[in-house]
């Protein structure tokens, strides 16, 4: 019997070390873990979730993944219209050009020259801004259209055909004239030099005959002071001729963006200043240019006129008549501490006041007030100016009231 239970036992043990049991293997070592890809499921909840992705922090806004940036896009062009092409006439070396530019349109013509050309150009507008752009087939920029000068002389650079532009920037249509000339390779450009103006003793005015540069314009130079008033005047049997004043100093009077004939104004500066004629619409104009600067003015010096009070008085009334924007002066003296009080009227005109120390400069009151009368405390011991001015168009008639009580 016992025989037999140890038999039963043995064959139970080795059914169990034959079927490899888990609860008798020893334990195996974890390996490391990777991310791998994982095959797309089927679910579309699977398919768009990216399990490599971390989770946002709770409370931190997520941006939502953005499209590609495109490349700028370039703004349409004003005009799509095929540029023209300029030719000389047979032998000619120039050729002006008239158009029309719609508001910030743009007119574009080209021609071919050779390396080592000169070419000048010259632009004249109606309206403003409306400026010349000049480059080559090549891209090369002669000049820019920001650059605002209405004229161009250079050697060009390459034989190739040459872009030039009017280019307007202005609200309403603008009409405008193209002068280009090219010179035979090997010529000199001639410079013309500007001419000098000069009075003749004790004028204050010239007259000078002349004709129109082509292309270009005719130059003049006068020197002239600051605060002078020069006038400017051109007037052309075929026309028009507009004029272009500058200094010396670069500071322009009045461009040709202004297509005027005449102009007057102080000038700033004294220095040389350069006038020039250009002919708008014909090649060759005929004119007559008139220059008048007269001399400075000389103010003469204001002499103040004394207020005195009669013996134990403490007020005085003084009369005076001025001329348009006249003045007189009066002159006291005060004590620091005293009340003055100024009075005006007048029968005819009007009049304003202006009240100061002499010594220490000290405004009482300013021709900015306008004002008729002033009372207040004086400042210090001194003389005082008490100005009377005329304003408006008319002279004018008028009494002065000061009063004084003694301290």
């Not at 946002?56 to 941006?63: K, L």
Request: aromatic content about 6%.
């Amino acid at each position: 019997m016992q025989s037999r239970y140890l038999i039963l036992l043995a064959i139970v043990t080795l059914l169990a070390l034959g079927t490899g049991c888990s609860i008798l293997a020893p334990a195996a070592t974890p390996l490391p873990v990777f991310p791998t890809a994982t095959a797309p499921s089927a679910s579309p909840t699977a398919a768009t979730t990216n399990t490599l992705a971390p989770a946002p922090t709770p409370g931190t806004p997520t941006v939502p993944p953005q499209p590609p940036t495109s490349a700028p896009v370039a703004p349409p062009s004003a005009s799509n219209a095929q540029p023209q092409r300029i030719n000389f006439p047979p032998g000619g070396t120039a050729a002006t050009l008239q158009g029309t530019l719609a508001p910030n349109g743009i007119a574009h013509y080209v021609l071919r020259a050779l390396a080592g050309q000169t070419m000048t150009v010259n632009f004249a507008a109606s309206a403003a801004p409306v400026n010349m752009a000049i480059r080559g087939a090549d891209g090369t920029v002669l000049v820019s259209s920001s650059a605002l000068v209405p004229s161009w002389s250079g050697q060009l650079p390459a034989t190739q055909d040459y872009y030039i532009d009017a280019v307007s920037y202005a609200p309403v249509p603008a009409t405008f004239t193209l002068q280009v000339a090219i010179l035979p390779l090997g010529a000199t450009p001639v410079i013309d030099q500007p001419r000098r103006i000069t009075f003749t003793p004790g004028a204050t005015s010239v007259t000078i005959q002349g004709t129109t540069a082509t292309p270009g314009a005719d130059r003049f130079v006068i020197r002239a002071l600051a605060g002078q008033t020069m006038a400017a005047s051109i007037t052309a049997l075929q026309g028009p001729v507009i004029l272009i004043i500058y200094g010396a100093d670069g500071n322009v009077l009045i461009s040709d963006h202004a297509g005027t004939s005449t102009c007057s104004g102080v000038l700033p500066t004294t220095q040389d200043y350069f006038i020039d004629t250009r002919s708008v619409g014909n090649a060759v104009v005929p004119f007559t240019l008139t220059i008048t600067i007269p001399p400075l003015a000389t103010v003469p010096p204001v002499i103040p006129k004394h207020i005195l009070f009669p013996p134990g008085g403490t007020s005085v009334t003084v009369q005076g008549s001025l001329p348009v924007n006249g003045m007189d002066r009066w002159m006291l003296r005060a004590l620091i501490g005293q009340t003055m009080t100024v009075n005006t009227a007048t029968t005819q005109g009007q009049v304003i006041l202006i009240i100061f120390g002499v010594e220490d400069g000290d405004v009482l009151i300013s021709d900015h007030a306008g004002a008729t009368s002033w009372t207040g405390q004086l400042p210090a011991t001194e003389d005082y100016y008490i100005d009377v001015r005329s304003v408006g168009n008319v002279a004018a008639n008028y009494s002065l009231q000061v009063t004084i009580p003694p301290p």
